[in-house]
Each structure stands twice: as C-alpha cells, then as structure tokens.
C-alpha cells in the first residue's frame, strides 16, 4: 500500500499545488479587492451602489459552478475565449471580491461616526483616516467572516474540475477510476483536511495578533 | 480673538440656532450652557466644522476662516468629544503623533517630546503603550486633551467635559482646563452643568431653545 501512495503522490502534489494556486491568486486578488467594494457599498452616491449591490446580487444570488461554466463554455459562444485556468481565476476573484465586498461593507458600518469626525477635526485626510484609522479596526471586525470564507475558498477551488483544470480532486478521482481502489480519495480527503487546518491555524494566529487592543 | 458673526443653523426647516453672534478673547475661557436640546453640541459642531452652517461667518484675529476647510493644515480649532474617540487600534502615543506627523509632517522625534512632556504635564507618564481599552475614563479624556493639543490649536473645545465623569474627577477637568488657562490656551467648554460653568469660565455664552 505505501508503495501504491508513493506512486499516486507525485499526480496529488500536482494536483495540490493547481488547487493551492488558484486559493492564493484568488485570496490575494479578491480580498483588496472587496475592501474597495465594501467602501464603495457605503459611499452616498446613489449610481456606485446600485451598481456595486447589482453585481454583489448577481455574485452570491447564483451558483459558482453556473459562473465557471459560464465563462468557460457559455462567453466562447459570444466570442469571449479564456483559457482554462484564466477562466477560472476570473470566476474565482468576481465571485469571491463580491462576498468580501459585502463583509467589508457590515465592517466599514461599524466604525463609529465619531471615528471620521475625530479624523476630521485632526486634519487627517479621507485616504490617511482610511489607511490608519478604519482599515485596521475594520480587519479586526471582519477577520472571522473571512476566515469563514477562507476556508470555503479551499473546498470551493475543487469546483474548476468542471472545466478540467487539474486540481487535486481530479487528481485523486483519474486515480480511483484508473486503479479501482478508494485510497485516493480518501488521501485527497486527507489533504483538503490538512489545508484547512493550517488555513485554520494561521487565522487563529493573526486573530491573536490583532487581540492586543480592543 | 475668535468671532462668531450672525451665525444660524438649521436642520431641515427646525432653525437651531438663529443669528447668534458671540466672541471668545485669548486666554479666556467661555462656557456654553443651556437646556438639553437647545443646540449647544450643534453649535460647537459649527465651530468646529463638523456641521456646515446656513449663514454666517467665522473670524480669527480678523482673519475670515471656514472651519470646514479640512485643507488648511494650520489647526486654529481642537477637540475633546464627549465620547473622547480615541483610535482603539493605537496606543496612545500612537493617538498622539498621527496627526502632526501625517497633517504637518512634522518629525516624529520632535512630536514624540513634545507628546511625552504633554502627557507627564497631564499626569499620565507611563501610559504612552497602552491602548486606550486599557485606560479609565479620565484617563482617556485626558489622552483626548493631549492629542489635540499635540496639533497645536489655537482654541481647545470640550463637548460635556464631565458627563461621563464621577464628580471626584470632575473637578480634576475643572483644575487640567483651568491649567491650561495658565498655559495661554484659549478654551470653549459646552455643558449643562452650570456649577462646573460658574468655576471654569470666563464668560458664560447661553443658548436658548428656539420655539
Ligand atoms: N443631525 C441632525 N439632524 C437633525 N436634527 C438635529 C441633528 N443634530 C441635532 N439636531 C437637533 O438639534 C437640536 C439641538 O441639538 P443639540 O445636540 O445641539 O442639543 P444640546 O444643547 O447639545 O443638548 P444636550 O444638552 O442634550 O446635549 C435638537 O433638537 C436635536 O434634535
Ligand atoms: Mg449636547
């Protein structure tokens, strides 16, 4: 059995490592992103928001697989071709920037008023009271929603095996087919469980870093 | 010398304040006193910018000002809000040196003495790491008083400086606003404690309630 392990392993560490890149691009992508999103959700001019709720709807109000599937195989029809693996960090970061977006903007309300009005009468501009004053109390707020997120983004990114990208569920699944043994599965379980713990651990570490005010 | 000429306010079609002129003369300080509800917060909003007037103008040592200019770095106006708003993600040196050293850009060293000396003149040495959640409620109003004051205004107003205060500390405000008073700073404290009035001002400023 090791002996079967070591030779499936190479295909699952691949796979692995194409589940952990669309994780990272989408993290790295998505989160700025929705913070920008979310400050515009709360800004008064009524076009911006409307928009922005439009798009935040459309995102979380389908499925991500419809969104995959449509930009892979439906935009080719009106001429609008992504590669595979572009397709999929488009779907990726338009739907994940739209669920950030809403968490920012539950953060970005919480800050009291009495925070920009302090700002205001020290002179600060609007970009400084942002940078120093409520991005950081508004990552504190919001670091358990996207912690939640994070993990979901680990399970999520096994969906592009509908557009056959090589990820790690596909991985494990080619290997199950082919050998007729449940072993690869089961050691695809085993990986998606280890990524989470660590994603779980490293929140739990900035979760603490960010306790020493209140 | 700050003067206030025909100043009125309104919200909606509610006039709060109506064609109210007043002046506060260096070194002094005036109390603003009247009912709940009469628009003494409203007119220290004015003051200070935070809410735009209808009608009226501002004027310091003749010069005409907008309070709610928020481009002009040279502070003539400084704050203490009931609530303090203090930043939590700070500390308080951190609360202390963000604005001059990002709004005047002045060096961090030279903002780091002068906030260490303001904080020892306030009885708080020793409290320059701690962030506010770690500090009692005099203790962060005195914070509030130093970090304006790090900015260099040339009139510090107070919004209910004793509200949230038991009386020991009371008079603790009273002594630090009447120091300051030593100290040349020109002040305006808003209350509707008329005691606490009568033992800080100068000059007492009413608001009435409009009908
Ligand atoms: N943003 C606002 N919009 C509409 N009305 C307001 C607003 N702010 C204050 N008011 C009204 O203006 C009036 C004066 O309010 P203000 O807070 O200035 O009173 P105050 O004298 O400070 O009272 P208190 O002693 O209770 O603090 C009140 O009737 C209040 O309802
Ligand atoms: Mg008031």
Redesign the pocket.
């Known amino acids: 059995m090791i002996q079967y392990i070591e030779e499936i392993l190479p295909a699952l560490l691949s796979g692995t490592k194409m589940t952990l890149s669309i994780f990272f691009w989408t993290l790295i992508c998505s989160i700025p992103l929705g913070a920008l999103v979310g400050l515009g959700l709360i800004q008064k001019f009524k076009p911006l928001t409307w928009l922005l709720n439009f798009y935040v709807w459309i995102m979380r109000g389908t499925p991500l697989l419809l969104q995959l599937i449509f930009v892979f195989y439906g935009l080719p029809i009106i001429h609008i071709v992504f590669q595979r693996y572009d397709a999929a960090m488009f779907a990726f970061i338009l739907n994940y920037t739209a669920y950030f977006g809403e968490i920012f903007r539950g953060g970005f309300q919480s800050v009291p008023k009495g925070q920009f009005e302090s700002a205001k009468v020290l002179r600060l501009s609007y970009g400084q009271t942002i940078r120093k004053i409520v991005i950081p109390q508004v990552f504190k707020i919001v670091l358990p929603s996207i912690g939640n997120e994070v993990i979901n983004l680990v399970k999520d990114s096994s969906l592009v095996y509908v557009i056959g990208l090589g990820d790690l569920l596909r991985a494990g699944n080619v290997a199950t087919a082919r050998d007729v043994t449940l072993l690869p599965l089961i050691l695809v379980g085993i990986i998606y469980l280890a990524l989470t713990a660590v994603c779980t651990i490293v929140l739990k570490l900035i979760e603490k870093r960010e306790s020493v005010w209140r | 010398m700050l003067a206030i000429k025909n100043l009125t306010k309104r919200?909606?079609s509610?006039t709060?304040i109506d064609d109210l002129s007043m002046t506060v003369k260096d070194n002094e300080i005036m109390a603003i006193v009247?009912?709940?509800?009469?628009?003494?917060?409203?007119?220290?909003?004015c003051i200070t910018g935070l809410?735009p007037v209808d009608k009226g103008e501002f004027f310091w040592n003749g010069t005409q000002f907008d309070p709610t200019n928020t481009t002009q770095k040279d502070t003539i106006i400084g704050v203490v809000f009931q609530d303090y708003q203090l930043f939590p993600n700070l500390t308080v040196l951190g609360n202390i040196t963000l604005a001059p050293t990002m709004v005047k850009k002045e060096s961090m060293d030279d903002v780091k003495k002068y906030a260490r000396e303001l904080l020892s003149r306030l009885g708080l040495e020793g409290k320059e790491d701690l962030y506010p959640f770690q500090l009692s409620g005099g203790q962060k109003q005195r914070v509030a008083i130093v970090r304006a004051l790090a900015m260099r205004p040339k009139i510090l107003c107070y919004?209910?400086p004793t509200s949230a205060l038991d009386p020991a500390l009371r008079d603790e405000v009273a002594q630090i606003i009447l120091d300051l008073k030593k100290q040349e700073m020109t002040q305006i404290v808003?209350t509707?404690d008329m005691d606490f009035a009568k033992n800080v001002a100068d000059e007492i400023q009413q608001?009435e309630q409009i009908q």
């Open positions: 919200f909606g509610r709060i009247g009912p709940s509800g009469a628009g003494k917060t409203t007119l220290l909003r809410e919004d209910e808003v509707h608001v």
